[in-house]
């Protein structure tokens, strides 16, 4: 894995165009990527249920946060960090976004149909199966919530299952999130603010619709506690999305062979933030390289 990571540009759309020839061998790496340290939710899961996989996780900080950008960005953005994982060699992409999985995995499938691709949905239909009341909160960024990909997943499993989905945008909590506020007061009025509407209106369930969400969790679990006198049901896909990639490699021959998997990263913005983010969210230590954000304009 430690000649994956060397001296590298940092991902830029012109950089996107060519489609990158999709490496054979099995003990190739595995890519995961997000627009910051969300992903690392998914990745713990993966970490642990693939021991032997080599693993390269993408923060995109220095783009952070996907939900207020547009469509047409955030699928250069996924197009552009897609491209520069295949040239460090990856056999299968992980799109560790809500945001990123509805705006760009269909391009990301179009530019590479023969690459093993894994996106990660809102839980709406594990939800709708939990629910006792027929009421499910979704918590998610505003561009997730906003996309034609979002908008039929609702519409299908509305039609399935009857259950009331309340959407809630969580403007501004993923930026609290990537400076580590998991529990800051600041953190804590803002899901004050976003739990206090869906719990009212019956909400027995709760989507973590963004991967960033389930390291606030305990913040979530302790709001609803002081705010309705319970804790809802919450749904965090991040382990289904590995079951998806086992079932994959599998399929595929590209099972990791070696005795011992390894682990590096990548960001757009500061090293030692991620650094941090790994030691203090995963208990891991990998090496890690920042590329100029710049360079990717």
Not at 13 to 34: L, Y
Not at 263 to 280: D, K, N, V, Y
Request: aromatic share 6%; proline share 5%; charged share 15%.
């Amino acid at each position: 894995m430690n000649e994956a990571v060397k001296q590298v540009s940092a991902p830029s759309a012109a950089g996107s165009d060519s489609s990158t020839s999709m490496p054979a061998a099995a003990n190739a790496a595995v890519g995961i990527f997000d627009s910051g340290i969300g992903g690392l939710s998914v990745l713990r899961h993966i970490h642990a249920a693939l021991p032997r996989e080599q693993l390269i996780y993408f923060a995109d900080s220095g783009y952070a946060p996907y939900g207020d950008k547009t469509e047409a960005q955030i699928v250069e953005r996924s197009l552009a960090i897609a491209s520069f994982l295949l040239e460090q060699g990856v056999k299968a992409l992980v799109v560790a976004c809500n945001t990123a999985t509805a705006a760009a995995i269909q391009a990301i499938r179009a530019r590479w149909p023969q690459l093993v691709v894994v996106g990660i949905e809102p839980g709406l239909k594990p939800a709708a199966q939990q629910t006792r009341s027929g009421t499910v909160g979704v918590l998610a960024t505003r561009s997730t919530l906003a996309s034609q990909r979002f908008a039929l997943l609702q519409q299908q499993m509305q039609a399935q299952y009857q259950v009331r989905y309340l959407p809630q945008a969580c403007v501004g909590l993923v930026d609290l999130i990537e400076k580590g506020e998991l529990f800051s007061p600041a953190t804590v009025q803002l899901l004050e603010r976003y739990l206090r509407p869906l719990l009212e209106q019956g909400a027995d369930t709760l989507v973590l619709g963004c991967t960033h969400y389930p390291f606030v969790r305990p913040a979530i679990e302790s709001v609803c506690q002081r705010l309705a006198g319970g804790v809802p049901d919450i749904i965090d896909t991040g382990q289904a999305v590995t079951r998806q990639l086992q079932r994959l490699l599998a399929t595929e021959g590209l099972q990791a062979q070696a005795a011992t998997g390894s682990l590096a990263g990548f960001t757009t913005a500061s090293r030692s933030t991620l650094e941090q983010a790994f030691r203090g969210l995963l208990k891991l230590d990998p090496p890690v390289q920042a590329l100029q954000p710049q360079a990717a304009g």
